[in-house]
């Protein structure tokens, strides 16, 4: 132990009001030779203006594809420390609550076999364990499971699933992300341990449309809680709001629908117009409450800027109850993973698919009926195409 480097450049990112990662680092380097030899290559590779990892091929646990995500430094003889600075990736609880016992454990087990440092969470939704050697992944996996922990997803494989606290904490859920999050990590354990996809597929589950999971922007399917029927409305407390604020610039204006107004006293909404955006509710939470009737709206499509561009995820059903034992939910996923099995390119996301095949395309095959909460976007051209059977004779 005991390590030092001169490191200038990594110095100025600890400059500024927000923390810095460089600082976290220097607190591990402080206990590991690991952290230490990654400040020197981090700090080489700002010199010389290029990376310094490699792909030195697959590495993991016996009986999993996934749940490792191989690195190697290409100049190991100048930091050693990191000649293998593998990543392992721990599957999250749903809604990421944790204990203070089990982080403890977590911390003393990567402490005893890693670098120390840890990314808590990576947009994979995982616990990210970073820096290992070899050697040490069964040791670290063995050590962990005994626990009752498990490795997460990485490659061509479903993707740890994640979600908000949904129910647990927030009382505008209209689903139980939690549990639903839970089934779908044992029901598809297969899917995630063992890749066999074109690429990688994620689900993300959100209570409400707010989507504090940001689904919609980073899931290949995207679950979304939402209701049927009216918004429920306490009349009283609307008056309350209004002296406490400015109902129409703050809440009707923002209507995306234009489906809210003011008669008197009393806010009226128009709720076959309603988009059930939750912009309104979470504006006068104590005077508006989702209607009763409640299930999730199911997304598809969503990801980062990688193979393509980004892609925002847009609506396959409008409406699907989500309750144990989730047959439909999962009849839907089983159809969606065959069809995208069959004509799908190497590394082709499920939305990049869609997109090179079309939409409608992806509705025929799958025999789903289009409905108006599909359309994405606008028609862009003034033409209108159709198939023989689409004209009713």
């Not at 200038?8 to 690991?34: C, I, N, Q, R, Y």
């Not at 670290?140 to 699933?161: C, K, N, Q, V, Y």
Request: aromatic share 10%; hydrophobic share 35%.
């Amino acid at each position: 132990m005991g390590k030092k480097y001169e490191t200038p450049l990594l110095d100025e990112l600890k400059k500024g009001a927000f923390p810095s990662f460089v600082t976290e680092m220097e607190k591990a380097a402080g206990h590991s030779d690991m952290a230490a030899d990654l400040l020197g290559l981090v700090e080489l590779s700002f010199k010389e203006k290029q990376t310094h990892w490699k792909h030195g091929g697959i590495v993991g646990v016996r009986g999993y594809g996934g749940g490792v995500i191989g690195r190697y430094s290409d100049i190991p003889e100048k930091f050693p420390g990191v000649a293998h600075f593998h990543t392992v990736r721990i599957n999250s609880p749903s809604g990421f609550f944790y204990t203070s016992a089990a982080i403890r454990q977590v911390c003393d087990i990567w402490d005893k076999y890693g670098s120390g440092l840890t990314n808590m969470h990576g947009s994979t939704g995982d616990l990210v364990l970073l820096g290992t050697k070899t050697e040490s992944l069964e040791p670290i996996f063995a050590e962990f499971s005994s626990r009752g922990w498990d490795l997460g997803g990485s490659g061509s494989a479903m993707r740890t699933p994640s979600c908000c606290v949904g129910k647990a904490r927030c009382e505008w859920a209209n689903i139980d992300t939690m549990h639903l999050t839970n089934d779908i990590t044992h029901h598809f354990q297969d899917e995630m341990h063992r890749p066999a996809f074109p690429y990688k597929f994620k689900f993300k589950v959100a209570g409400c449309a707010v989507d504090c999971i940001a689904s919609i922007a980073r899931a290949d399917m995207s679950i979304i809680g939402t209701w049927k029927g009216d918004i429920q409305i306490d009349q009283a407390e609307v008056k309350n709001y209004k002296g406490k604020m400015d109902i129409q610039a703050e809440v009707i204006g923002m209507c995306p629908t234009g489906c809210m107004q003011m008669a008197g006293d009393e806010l009226k909404i128009d709720n076959s117009n309603c988009s059930r955006c939750m912009h309104c509710l979470a504006r006068m939470p104590k005077a508006l409450r989702p209607g009763k009737e409640q299930g999730a709206t199911i997304l598809l499509g969503s990801k980062a800027p990688i193979v393509t561009g980004a892609l925002m995820s847009w609506v396959i059903v409008p409406f699907m109850k989500m309750e144990p034992p989730y047959e439909e939910f999962y009849e839907l996923v089983g159809k969606i993973w065959e069809w995208w099995d069959e004509n799908g390119k190497n590394r082709e996301r499920i939305g990049e698919l869609i997109e090179r095949v079309s939409f409608p395309r992806f509705l025929k095959d799958l025999n789903i009926t289009p409905v108006a909460a599909m359309v994405k976007e606008p028609r862009r051209d003034p033409f209108f195409f159709w198939s023989e059977e689409d004209i009713k004779r």
